[in-house]
């Protein structure tokens, strides 16, 4: 699995690299504001786009900001152009940039994807949230996929009541193997009380009961990231599927026991990643133990 950082802070992706794991970044508009707002003055966006380019070992994604085909197509080349002097550059278009029902853009993703692609610009496909999404991204010709599966976990929550913040926090592992048993049981429960099979179909109460916890069919933004994973390995696609809005340790091993081929992490997550009780407490004991004979072996004579 490659490890892309997902920040646009110089200073983390630098450190990160200096760990010897990272194999690429993305950005979004709102990552470089945040990062370029804390150097207010001092660099141009030009400058400090080439910067993280040039110090990736692998392709950074930068985002377009036109919602039309026509905008994302000329902004995707002017940025690969711009940059990809200077590293690997991938371009992020939105699936699906419409915001309103009838701005008549619900396609422009799509085609502004086959175009870039055609053009060989490479092109990571953002703000997945439906398996589908990522089929109609691959079929478009996206070298990359990105499904986001931190906010389709929050969606989830938020439909069965849970307020971010209140519930649980941004960071918050969602036991979606627990719903998913707790669910069964209720659903069992309610099944042996019907007097026959198609009643299944009818009865409200397991009508309520099929309606929680998911997202037409996805139970976790993993779930979500498992369908996608399933689907391009059907049919032999050859986009690579990026696991983003990832927002601790575990998720990310989820997405690695699922054979990802990228997850791309926040500098905190990659931090939380090394981290275990024993481990230090075993580096302390370690320590405590050196008895000085041991120490001499390493002491310059
Ligand atoms: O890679 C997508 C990411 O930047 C969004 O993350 O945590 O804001 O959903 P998040």
Redesign the pocket.
């Known amino acids: 699995m490659k490890i892309f950082i997902?920040t646009a802070e110089l200073d983390e992706i630098s450190e990160a690299i200096s760990w010897g794991i990272i194999d690429g970044a993305?950005t979004?508009p709102s990552?470089i504001k945040k990062a370029v707002d804390r150097r207010a003055g001092k660099v141009t966006m030009d400058e400090y786009i080439r910067e993280i380019v040039k110090i990736v070992p692998g392709p950074v994604s930068l985002e377009v900001l036109g919602g039309t085909f026509d905008e994302m197509v000329t902004q995707g080349r002017l940025l690969y152009e711009k940059f990809s002097p200077y590293g690997e550059v991938a371009i992020k278009i939105p699936v699906n940039p419409s915001i309103r029902k009838d701005d008549g853009l619900e396609f422009d993703g799509l085609r502004a994807i086959r175009q870039l692609s055609d053009e060989g610009i490479p092109v990571n496909v953002t703000l997945i949230m439906t398996p589908e999404q990522a089929l109609l991204a691959a079929k478009a010709g996206a070298a990359y996929a990105?499904p986001?599966a931190?906010?389709i976990d929050d969606y989830i929550r938020a439909g069965m009541g849970m307020k971010r913040g209140v519930d649980f926090q941004?960071g918050d592992y969602f036991d979606h193997a627990l719903l998913r048993k707790a669910l069964e049981r209720k659903m069992d429960e309610t099944i042996d009380r019907l007097d026959s099979i198609p009643e299944v179909y009818v009865n409200s109460d397991l009508k309520k009961l099929v309606a929680v916890g998911q997202d037409n069919g996805v139970f976790s933004g993993v779930d979500l990231v498992a369908k996608i994973l399933r689907i391009y390995r059907n049919y032999g696609f050859k986009t690579e599927v990026i696991a983003?809005?990832l927002?601790n340790a575990r998720q990310v091993r989820e997405v690695a026991e699922l054979g990802v081929h990228i997850a791309?992490l926040?500098f905190e997550v990659i931090k939380q990643m090394v981290k275990h009780y024993k481990t230090t407490e075993g580096m302390k004991n370690f320590t405590a133990d050196i008895v000085p004979q041991y120490r001499s072996l390493f002491e310059q004579k």
């Open positions: 997902d993305t979004n990552l990105s986001f931190g906010r941004k983003a809005s927002r791309t926040p």
